[in-house]
């Protein structure tokens, strides 16, 4: 998916403070979701809580964004042009509908509700997502992953994975990256990584192991859960810092209770987040920016997208400054 807005704010993450103190309670920050609407008067408005100003990565997950239920008769559902990507790698995971992808690769492909679409943009890549002409309501969240130094210009590529559902306690889990609850995604990610979506019988409460190194997210589309002892309500993600080796997520709600997990180890790296590119400088933005505008060889061509590209948004007056998540405590 594209950040479609028409001034998307520059971003730059720092690394983070090592902390190395172990806690016997989980502290969880509660990140609230602004409203961000993408495109004109009929489009989609996303709950966005990554990044955000408390709190710019969790691992390496910097970008997240829910949406829906959004019903296709009222707003247009998703329709998002050619649009590219630089330095990262996005995860498409719905909860209803099907959206159609098309990428600069020749990759064509349909994601449904419990399936993963994951592009890696590396030097730059361009797609196009569209709601199908059968879809009504359209559900679900849109995940971007920084590559680190190292991989950020590596090989463009798509994959399609489908979880098996497990199930824990009365939890149904699955797993679309990493690994937890004896459960491991087959899909490369570049740094320790964990995504998954949980969802929750009312009233059940399961405890999973999970990596002592990770800070977690857990972002809740519906019901009413509980980590440690902090209450997240839906559209709120709640921070969990490092240094435990259990996560207790408890179901306070009458229905079931859907959340996504992500974690991964603290992302020592800086980067700058600007549109739909990460990259180490603001020059590299820049770059990026007009080599989409030229039609450059370093996007490449969306086929069978009926419509023409996502124009560039303007730059900003300024040079990107540093922005950090606070220092842990």
């Known amino acids: 998916m594209s950040n479609a807005e028409a001034e998307p704010v520059a971003v730059r993450c720092g690394a983070l403070v090592d902390d190395r103190q172990q806690t016997e309670v989980p502290r969880v920050d509660v990140i609230s979701a ?13 709950r966005r809580t990554l990044p955000h100003r408390e709190r710019t990565l969790i691992g390496a997950w910097c970008f997240a964004d829910h949406y829906g239920p959004d019903y296709v008769a009222a707003t247009g559902g998703m329709d998002l ?11 498409t995971w719905l ?3 099907e959206a159609e992808h098309r990428d600069s690769l020749g990759s064509h492909a349909l994601v449904r509700p419990g399936e993963m679409n994951l592009m890696t943009s590396g030097y730059g890549i361009a797609h196009a997502e569209v709601s199908t002409p059968r879809t009504t309501v359209v559900h679900g969240v849109q995940l971007w992953v920084a590559l680190p130094e ?13 979880p098996e559902p497990l199930r824990v306690d009365g939890a149904e889990i699955r797993v679309f990256l990493g690994s937890i609850a004896g459960e491991t995604s087959p899909v490369r990610t570049f740094t320790p990584l964990l995504g998954a979506e949980v969802i929750l019988a009312p009233g059940v409460t399961v405890t999973l192991a999970v990596e002592t190194a990770f800070e977690h997210g857990v972002l809740v589309d519906s019901g009413k859960v509980r980590v440690a002892d902090t209450l997240l309500h839906p559209a709120e993600l709640g921070y969990v810092h490092p240094g435990i080796d259990a996560l207790t997520l408890v179901n306070e709600s009458d229905g079931p209770a859907r959340t996504i997990l992500l974690g991964g180890t603290p992302f020592d790296e800086e980067i700058v987040m600007w549109w739909n590119f990460v990259g180490r400088s603001h020059g590299d933005i820049v770059r990026a920016r007009e080599d989409w505008e030229a039609s450059t060889e370093r996007f490449g061509v969306v086929e069978g997208y009926p419509g023409g590209r996502l124009p560039a948004p303007a730059l900003p007056n300024a040079v990107v400054r540093p922005r950090r998540n606070p220092p842990r405590r």
Request: net charge positive; glycine share 10%; charged share 20%.
């Open 95 to 97: 909860f209803a509908g």
């Open 150 to 162: 190292e991989h950020r210009n590596t090989e463009r590529d798509f994959r399609h994975h489908v």
């Open 81 to 91: 042009p050619p649009h590219p990507h630089t330095g990262l790698q996005t995860v």
């Open 34 to 46: 602004r409203d961000v609407p993408l495109g004109g008067p009929r489009a989609m408005t996303v």
